[in-house]
């Protein structure tokens, strides 16, 4: 196994436990890794703007972003690619006449099509977000880097089918982000990856989720938390233990870098 020179770590299951929040000991073992020379990153689903405390207290400016949509090294943006507005509108469409409603984020905030939606709350509850303001047409002026649509998964298929220039990833029985098509947080990795000059063997992801399963089979080595789903275990290279018992900590030692 060959020592990675960065890691990059998922958010929701991974640095935060269920509750949302990072144990005593995660924050440490980052710490430690850090003050080695080990550059580390964030590589989540979430918008910058939703992380932006985490970034703060664990000091770090690299990321991983949108699932790959948006990606920054220190500090600066270095990759974005927005969703195309037309076939937004056309999706959007759609998606109204099947009652699924949508949320539209860029790099600073959100917003729904639809108010008082069960599934939107309960699924942006998960994450401890509040409900977006409604505003129908906030995709139609901003540059939006993910979707949500809200939907079961008898009724996704029909979206993947017509919509190929997107890239859907279920992450909740009610949600499912959209991506540029080819975009993953594999995809943002590799652009930080190129441009510090390092190469995919030299590194390492942590995730427990079904958008970590392309991160965590192209890095150096992925491990899945061992509260990962299914699909991320068997994609790993090795699993680490619960998130709530020291899942990060046990996993750094296993990677020799603690």
């Excluded at 000991?25 to 080990?38: E, L, N, R, V």
């Excluded at 409900?131 to 002026?141: E, G, I, L, S």
């Excluded at 080819?182 to 190469?199: C, D, F, N, P, T």
């Amino acid at each position: 196994m060959k020592k990675p020179k960065i890691v990059f770590f998922d958010i929701d299951g991974t640095l935060f436990t269920k509750e949302m929040k990072m144990p005593v000991a995660t924050k440490k073992a980052i710490q430690a890794i850090k003050k080695d020379g080990i550059h580390v990153g964030i590589a989540t689903g979430r918008a910058p703007f939703m992380f932006e405390t985490l970034q703060k207290e664990l000091e770090i400016d690299t990321y991983v972003g949108f699932n790959g949509s948006y990606v920054a090294l220190h500090g600066e943006v270095i990759s974005k690619k927005p969703l195309s507005t037309e076939w937004l509108e056309r999706l959007q469409r759609e998606a109204q006449e099947n009652e699924h409603p949508m949320v539209f984020l860029d790099g600073n905030s959100a917003a729904a099509d639809t108010g008082n939606h069960e599934a939107v709350a309960e699924s942006l509850g998960y994450l401890k977000m509040p409900y977006p303001p409604v505003q129908k047409d906030f995709y139609k002026n901003k540059e939006i880097y993910q979707a949500l649509i809200f939907c079961n998964e008898k009724e996704e298929q029909m979206y993947r089918n017509t919509y190929r220039m997107f890239h859907f990833v279920r992450w909740h029985r009610y949600s499912i982000d959209i991506l540029p098509f080819g975009q993953s947080k594999a995809e943002g990795i590799r652009s930080i990856v190129s441009h510090l000059g390092y190469s995919m063997e030299e590194t390492a992801a942590f995730g427990d989720g079904l958008n970590d399963v392309e991160m965590i089979q192209e890095v150096g080595v992925g491990v899945a938390m061992g509260n990962a789903v299914d699909a991320v275990k068997e994609s790993a290279d090795f699993v680490t233990t619960h998130v709530n018992e020291d899942g990060i900590v046990n996993g750094l030692k296993k990677l020799q870098l603690l």
